[in-house]
């Protein structure tokens, strides 16, 4: 148990200096969200279980707009699609019963993944959990704060807070860099992705991003 | 039942079933052998992919802005072995820097 706990703390310590980014984020969908006809209730239940910025964003983009209901549900599901390639990747450091694999799939979101990946290939269930549950509070949080709040942070970009998702990629990528293979997957990786952005819609890039990893097959 | 509500049940169960696929089906199983080398370049290639989609990209265009001053200030960090909340801090410093200087 006390590596499990050891692991929860490292996970949590790691996703830590985004929670500020993460809480503006969660204020600024709860404010957008209520704007765009959803019920304060609809808007925390929404970052509870769709649980990822970019497809809530987009859903309620749609909505606002006047756009269907398939339209703003096929934005999210697009955007959310790579978490059925990350959740078969961390799937072997989940353990438990079903219900228990099941809720804790739900807290696999870039960050956590990113946090909870050891390398190697290898992910820990403990640091998953730690970061998961910790950004899952801020973000629901924040989100009920957003729905009463009005718009607290028009201006959030002035602080560069958007820069601060990039950095912790930066940070998580660093280490791994050593192996040429990764350095040619990365690089395939953004290219990849850049390449796809002004052809497909939202979500789409980055989902074929995560093809570069099939080189595996042929790189040593 | 309204549209906004619809599309909250719809995308809330979707991405729920998305995210537990992988686990619900092989959780705590290791995944064969040959799927490693796969699994060890999909960090690498995504990371990649999130940080350059997060700093070069403004919807479905290409852009290059002040989160590039940010992207610099973060390798550089990581470079130097820095901390990484020092490194989270420099790359919205250098951001918020460079865009009030260019407004």
């Given at each position: 148990m006390r590596n499990i706990s050891l692991d929860y703390q490292a996970g949590s310590r790691a996703v830590a200096p985004l929670a500020p980014a993460v809480g503006v984020l969660g204020i600024l969908f709860g404010y957008l969200a209520t704007a765009a006809g959803l019920t304060p209730a609809a808007a925390i239940l929404m970052s509870a279980t769709t649980f990822a910025g970019s497809a809530q964003f987009a859903a309620i983009a749609v909505l606002g707009a006047g756009g269907t209901v398939v339209a703003a549900v096929a934005a999210a599901t697009l955007l959310n699609a790579r978490y059925l390639?990350?959740?078969?990747?961390?799937?072997?450091?989940?353990?438990?019963?079903?219900?228990?694999?099941?809720?804790?799939?739900?807290?696999?979101?870039?960050?956590?993944?990113?946090?909870?990946?050891?390398?190697?290939?290898?992910?820990?269930?403990?640091?998953?959990?730690?970061?998961?549950?910790?950004?899952?509070?801020?973000?629901?949080?924040?989100?009920?704060?957003?729905?009463?709040?009005?718009?607290?942070?028009?201006?959030?970009?002035?602080?560069?807070?958007?820069?601060?998702?990039?950095?912790?990629?930066?940070?998580?990528?660093?280490?791994?860099?050593?192996?040429?293979?990764?350095?040619?997957?990365?690089?395939?990786?953004?290219?990849?992705?850049?390449?796809?952005?002004?052809?497909?819609?939202?979500?789409?890039?980055?989902?074929?991003?995560?093809?570069?990893?099939?080189?595996?097959?042929?790189?040593? | 039942m309204t549209r906004a509500w619809l599309t909250v049940l719809l995308a809330g169960t979707i991405t729920i079933m998305i995210k537990g696929a992988g686990p619900l089906l092989l959780g705590g199983r290791l995944l064969p052998s040959r799927a490693l080398p796969v699994l060890r370049l999909l960090a690498p290639s995504l990371f990649a992919a999130l940080i350059v989609s997060q700093v070069f990209t403004h919807g479905e265009r290409l852009a290059l802005d002040a989160r590039a001053a940010g992207l610099i200030a973060a390798v550089?960090?990581?470079?130097?072995?820095?901390?990484?909340?020092?490194?989270?801090?420099?790359?919205?410093?250098?951001?918020?820097?460079?865009?009030?200087?260019?407004?």
């Open positions: 390639v990350l959740g078969l990747s961390v799937a072997p450091a989940i353990k438990g019963c079903w219900p228990k694999r099941l809720l804790l799939a739900q807290l696999v979101v870039d960050e956590t993944w990113a946090i909870a990946y050891t390398g190697g290939g290898r992910f820990n269930g403990g640091r998953l959990f730690g970061a998961g549950s910790v950004l899952f509070l801020v973000h629901v949080g924040s989100t009920a704060i957003g729905t009463v709040s009005g718009n607290l942070f028009a201006d959030a970009a002035a602080f560069g807070l958007d820069a601060a998702f990039p950095a912790l990629f930066v940070v998580l990528l660093w280490p791994h860099l050593m192996a040429r293979s990764a350095v040619i997957a990365a690089a395939a990786g953004a290219t990849i992705a850049l390449g796809l952005t002004p052809f497909t819609p939202p979500g789409i890039p980055i989902l074929g991003a995560a093809a570069a990893c099939l080189l595996g097959l042929r790189l040593r | 550089a960090g990581a470079a130097h072995g820095a901390r990484p909340f020092l490194i989270l801090l420099g790359a919205c410093a250098a951001t918020a820097v460079f865009r009030f200087v260019m407004a």
